[in-house]
């Protein structure tokens, strides 16, 4: 299949934005904008298995343990990067009579991650590292979908306060998709 060109135009305030990502990636800002769609492209619809853990089985054994000795609870299926670190998953199934079926809204809320959140974190198949989850439900269509970043311990005032941004952007976005 042949090349084909897209012709495309992005909102004034963002311009800057793709161009700095551009200009540190060393690219162009086409080259940059094909990346991001072949990545967007590579990862959509992928899944990764997922183990709730509370931090102090996580001081006890690591994520490399609770991978090797647990079955997962979750499959995550990527929706979409937001950053370096920072993604957005589908909460679905890993049990086999439930595999790949998306977690309801009920089942979210009883989970330690929606209880306790600073107390619990994600562990994902193949990550050194535990991530922090952050939920947003779809009240129309039940859809569970989390906002993860990897943890890197206490997160400072501003850095938690553009990530509750995000999540209230996220809410009206799923809100107008469910429409």
Known sequence: MSDQLIQTRIPGDLY???EAQ???DGDSIAGWLRRLVVRE???RGTTTKAWVRSLSDLKKEGP???QREYAA???LEHVRDLSEGV???RLLWASPSRAGKPVSAEDWRESPLFEKPDEHRLVLDGSPRP????GVVDEQSGVVELTLGED???LRPEVMKALEHVMRVHAKTLSKLAK
Not at 131 to 134: F, I, L, N
């Open 152 to 154: 890197v311990g206490p």
């Open 16 to 18: 800057a934005w793709v």
């Open 131 to 134: 991530w922090t989850a952050e």
């Open 73 to 75: 609870k979750y499959l």
């Open 22 to 24: 551009a200009t540190r």
């Open 64 to 66: 490399e343990v609770v």
């Open 87 to 89: 993604r957005v998953v």
């Open 41 to 43: 492209r590579q990862h």
